[in-house]
């Protein structure tokens, strides 16, 4: 594949997301999330304070069919700012699109929409991976605290 050719399918990816956030806070105004320039260093999606509020994320975007997860996080760590959290978006041709963030993240996040005080029910769905995430990391913290998953003594 030329390199224009790979270059355009990260840029629809990163205008995707940007749109995305957009569509999600109809309160935001034009140009709260932008797509960067392909090149250009740091972020992907630039986010105005407003938009950070509402979507603490620094954003790393590839559309690739191969993808080295760890290198792409650890370029998402780099150019996350302070107040963010990094965020690895990818897809490929003919693929959903996937977020990648880190478990304690994603644990805070179900932990906020179960607690955000609203008398509204959440979805049953939502519910059932509250309760087995809560379940998975109170039984992985007391396997690490009894030291089953210690891996010093290897």
Avoid at 101 to 130: A, H, K
């Amino acid at each position: 594949m030329r390199p224009q050719s790979c270059k355009s399918k990260g840029r629809r990816l990163q205008q995707s997301v940007a749109k995305s956030i957009m569509d999600a806070f109809p309160e935001l105004g034009d140009g709260d999330a932008v797509s960067t320039s392909m090149g250009a260093g740091g972020e992907d999606i630039r986010m105005s304070p407003a938009a950070r509020e509402r979507v603490p994320l620094s954003i790393e975007c590839k559309n690739v069919e191969k993808i080295n997860i760890w290198g792409c996080l650890e370029q998402a760590t780099k150019n996350t700012p302070h107040g963010a959290s990094p965020c690895l978006v990818f897809t490929r041709n003919h693929s959903p699109v996937w977020a990648v963030v880190s478990w304690d993240l994603l644990i805070d996040l179900f932990r906020r929409v179960r607690c955000s005080g609203e008398n509204e029910p959440l979805p049953p769905r939502l519910e059932q991976l509250i309760l087995e995430l809560s379940t998975f990391t109170k039984r992985t913290r007391s396997e690490e605290d009894d030291g089953v998953c210690d891996t010093t003594s290897m």
